[in-house]
């Protein structure tokens, strides 16, 4: 007891010195917790707004370098791209950073992430062309990229001061906000097993048919969906992200059956369950 009265002086100055040090903490925490987050956003559009987005440099780029191919994957010529086009990718990405997406109306934003994501992706994928898969690629995003491969995690565009990862763009705001299976069609991950890379931008006043006519493409290739020896073979998308088809089998094949051809309707009819699922993560490089 006379030890702990002799050094009060100093056990005041520690506790002021441990309270301040914990008030900062807090002060750096709230303020952290209080930074607006990617989805917030695009958790309000601008109701009739008539405001849209210049997509024009990305039109031209996708229709000068991606190549759609007679077996129904449309494939990148990332050689061509990296010497005659990215500069104007890093453009048209610059200048999707520069709009504020509160102004712009729902259709508006969805066309403007999908595109933004597919840009990136594209310009992630030259940065260092030539690679086998993009799961190659590591943007370095920290303790989770130990456990995981690709450039997904990484921030890596800005949007009105706030960073977002390519995982922000789909999983934080298309998939969480939008809430739409076909998301899925309109974000390519540069993968041949991936739904396929448009050679035209989508646009807002368009989107409703553009995405439908993603789906039917993909739904319709044997990427999606085959049936060998009696089995029913998907994309693993239907597998990774069943939740957003109905979360079950019969959420998934009432899905496929909207969006199939007659022949493959038919076809689908036999089925209940899902047999197995598959993914080709090979580059879509048409070199």
């Not at 050094?7 to 903490?25: E, G, N, P, S």
């Not at 077996?71 to 990296?82: H, M, Q, S, T, W």
Request: proline share 3%.
């Amino acid at each position: 007891m006379r030890r702990f009265v002799g050094h009060a002086a100093d056990h005041r100055a520690y506790l002021q010195v441990v309270t301040r040090a914990i008030c900062l903490l807090l002060l750096a925490f709230c303020t952290e917790a209080s930074a607006a987050e990617p989805a917030d956003l695009f958790r309000s559009a601008a109701s009739g707004s008539k405001l849209s987005v210049d997509h024009s440099i990305w039109d031209r780029l996708l229709s000068t370098y991606v190549k759609p191919g007679p077996d129904g994957l449309n494939r990148v010529d990332y050689a061509a791209f990296k010497e005659g086009g990215h500069g104007a990718l890093k453009q048209y990405i610059a200048q999707l950073e520069a709009v504020d997406p509160e102004r712009l109306n729902r259709a508006e934003q969805f066309a403007f992430l999908a595109n933004l994501y597919n840009a990136k992706t594209i310009d992630i994928v030259i940065d260092h062309y030539p690679v086998r898969s993009i799961k190659d690629v590591s943007l370095g995003a920290g303790l989770l990229s130990t456990f995981s491969s690709g450039p997904w995690r990484a921030k890596v565009v800005t949007l009105n001061g706030v960073e977002f990862s390519l995982d922000d763009i789909e999983h934080g705001v298309l998939r969480a906000l939008f809430k739409d299976p076909r998301v899925h069609y309109s974000v390519n991950c540069a993968s041949v097993g991936c739904p396929n890379l448009q050679s035209r931008a989508f646009v807002g006043v368009m989107l409703d048919a553009q995405l439908d006519a993603s789906a039917r493409a993909y739904v319709n290739h044997t990427r999606a969906v085959t049936i060998t020896q009696g089995k029913l073979v998907v994309s693993s998308i239907y597998e990774w992200f069943k939740a957003d088809f109905g979360g079950n089998d019969q959420g998934v094949l009432a899905h496929l059956r909207k969006y199939a051809a007659p022949e493959l309707k038919a076809k689908l009819q036999a089925f209940e369950k899902i047999g197995a699922h598959r993914y080709d993560w090979s580059l879509n490089d048409a070199r």
